[in-house]
């Protein structure tokens, strides 16, 4: 039983941000009811290929642990179960734009006057104020427009996205941290609250010692390709075989490093004693490391380095890291059998707790899998009621 047992979430999200967000909490032991259109679903299902017995893998990756309940809101009658539904719940999420919910009927004003204790969170692109409120916010979109594109690529290249979603999954990370925040309140208060995370504001926030630099210095940082601003050496090197990351990260791990590709000479060489002379003489200093590590295999500067305790890391594509002994012995390559998509499989999130990871996972559900169920449960519906609302496709039932 997870520490959020007990908690229901009514998730009317779709696509990566909000469906993250609520995976999130359903991982931590939370009832997540998922809402979805009758007709589609969320956009995610439609994502591919790949296809997996009929089911996108993008949705597969981001929506286990919940219950999909079909409801058609652009029907009155499906915007009053809506309703009903999160008299019952602990928290709604939404990643609607500003004002789509208050035309639903389902902004928080209205719902916390039935249920006081509602914790609602609306996801939003731009945030639910200022010039940029009603932009659509997709991640590629928001990388570029939070200046993280700016600052990654070559100093050469053109600006690059992050290889993954970030934009999407840093907004449900902070969406769900908030949550909770609000959620701890309540045991104090026995209030609600509102939670407003923006996919801009979640990506700006990562700027952190970059903004610093401009703030200090009244200059943007630009592109340094693998390069840190404020380290050196510290960053990708090429070796005879291959790529490796070398993280020289203090003063103490220079002398180590020097040992390491046998010039105690650097060691004791006063242009590069300390760190802030090593970033500042970074042009003199890299090419130098660069070549030195160019001599050798990659796996022989990985046991050396790691018989040193020089921070390195070695890079891997996606498929080692699904199958590192290092992640499958901590239990984080879930095994979920699914109706059509067979074994599903997803990387686990790094909760543990008494040094244990989660519960038994579901596999993300069917369409409108327990649309019937969850309106028996929560609403008390009779079957003749659930088999009018089929017919009048308010609902859709798996």
Same mark, same amino acid.
């Given at each position: 039983?997870?520490?959020?047992?007990?908690?229901?979430?009514?998730?009317?999200?779709?696509?990566?941000?909000?469906?993250? &967000?609520?995976?999130?909490?359903?991982? !931590?032991?939370?009832? #997540?009811?998922?809402?979805?259109?009758?007709?589609?679903?969320?956009?995610?299902?439609?994502?591919?290929?790949?296809?997996?017995?009929?089911? /996108?893998?993008?949705?597969?990756?981001?929506?286990?642990?919940?219950?999909?309940?079909?409801?058609?809101?652009?029907?009155?009658?499906?915007?009053?179960?809506?309703?009903?539904?999160?008299?019952?719940?602990?928290?709604? +999420?939404?990643?609607?734009?500003?004002?789509?919910?208050?035309? !639903?009927?389902?902004?928080?004003?209205?719902?916390?006057?039935?249920?006081?204790?509602?914790?609602? &969170?609306? +996801?939003?692109?731009?945030?639910?104020?200022?010039?940029?409120?009603?932009?659509?916010?997709?991640?590629?979109?928001?990388?570029?427009?939070?200046? +993280?594109?700016?600052?990654?690529?070559?100093?050469?290249?053109? %600006?690059?996205?992050?290889? $993954?979603?970030?934009?999407?999954?840093?907004?449900?990370?902070?969406?769900?941290?908030? =949550?909770?925040?609000?959620?701890?309140?309540?045991?104090?208060?026995? @209030?609600?609250?509102?939670?407003?995370?923006?996919?801009?504001?979640?990506?700006? /926030?990562?700027?952190?010692?970059?903004?610093?630099?401009?703030?200090?210095?009244?200059?943007? %940082? $630009?592109?340094?390709?693998?390069?840190?601003?404020?380290?050196?050496?510290?960053?990708?090197?090429?070796?005879?075989?291959?790529?490796?990351?070398?993280?020289?990260?203090?003063?103490?791990?220079?002398?180590?490093? &020097?040992?390491?590709?046998?010039?105690?000479?650097?060691?004791?060489?006063?242009?590069?004693? @300390?760190?802030?002379?090593?970033?500042?003489?970074?042009?003199?200093?890299?090419?130098? #490391?660069?070549? +030195?590590?160019?001599?050798?295999?990659?796996?022989?500067?990985? $046991?050396?380095?790691?018989?040193?305790?020089?921070?390195?890391?070695?890079?891997?594509?996606?498929?080692?890291?699904?199958?590192?002994?290092?992640?499958?012995?901590?239990?984080?390559?879930?095994?979920?059998?699914?109706?059509?998509?067979?074994?599903?499989?997803?990387?686990?999130?790094?909760?543990?707790?008494?040094?244990?990871?989660?519960?038994?996972?579901?596999?993300?559900? !069917? !369409?409108?899998?327990?649309?019937?169920?969850?309106?028996?449960?929560?609403?008390?519906?009779?079957?003749? @009621?659930?088999?009018?609302? =089929?017919?009048?496709?308010?609902?859709? &039932?798996?």
């Amino acid at each position: 039983m997870g520490p959020l047992a007990g908690v229901r979430v009514l998730d009317l999200t779709r696509v990566v941000s909000g469906p993250f &967000c609520s995976m999130l909490l359903g991982d !931590l032991g939370a009832d #997540v009811i998922k809402v979805e259109e009758p007709e589609r679903g969320d956009d995610s299902r439609a994502f591919g290929p790949p296809f997996i017995g009929g089911e /996108s893998a993008y949705f597969l990756s981001v929506n286990r642990n919940k219950r999909s309940c079909a409801v058609n809101l652009r029907d009155e009658e499906g915007q009053r179960i809506v309703q009903q539904l999160a008299e019952h719940c602990d928290v709604l +999420i939404d990643n609607f734009r500003p004002g789509t919910m208050e035309r !639903l009927g389902l902004d928080h004003h209205r719902l916390r006057v039935r249920n006081p204790r509602l914790v609602s &969170c609306s +996801i939003t692109g731009f945030g639910r104020t200022g010039p940029d409120a009603q932009r659509p916010g997709y991640d590629l979109i928001i990388q570029g427009e939070s200046g +993280i594109m700016d600052i990654t690529g070559a100093a050469s290249g053109p %600006p690059t996205k992050v290889g $993954t979603s970030i934009g999407d999954l840093l907004t449900g990370q902070f969406a769900a941290q908030g =949550i909770l925040a609000a959620l701890l309140e309540r045991t104090r208060t026995g @209030k609600g609250r509102h939670v407003d995370v923006s996919m801009l504001d979640s990506m700006a /926030s990562l700027l952190t010692f970059n903004a610093g630099i401009y703030f200090a210095t009244g200059r943007s %940082p $630009t592109r340094r390709g693998n390069s840190h601003a404020t380290i050196a050496p510290y960053e990708t090197f090429e070796t005879s075989d291959g790529w490796l990351n070398i993280g020289v990260a203090n003063d103490k791990f220079w002398q180590l490093f &020097c040992g390491v590709i046998a010039r105690p000479d650097l060691a004791t060489d006063p242009r590069f004693a @300390k760190a802030a002379d090593r970033v500042t003489l970074r042009d003199e200093l890299v090419p130098l #490391v660069a070549d +030195i590590i160019k001599q050798r295999t990659r796996e022989a500067w990985i $046991t050396d380095l790691a018989a040193a305790g020089v921070p390195y890391g070695d890079i891997r594509s996606v498929q080692e890291v699904c199958e590192a002994e290092q992640m499958t012995s901590r239990g984080m390559i879930l095994d979920m059998p699914h109706p059509t998509a067979g074994l599903v499989k997803n990387i686990a999130s790094p909760f543990r707790f008494d040094d244990r990871a989660g519960a038994d996972h579901v596999a993300p559900p !069917l !369409l409108g899998q327990h649309t019937a169920e969850v309106l028996r449960e929560f609403l008390g519906l009779a079957e003749a @009621k659930i088999s009018d609302l =089929i017919d009048r496709g308010v609902i859709r &039932c798996q």
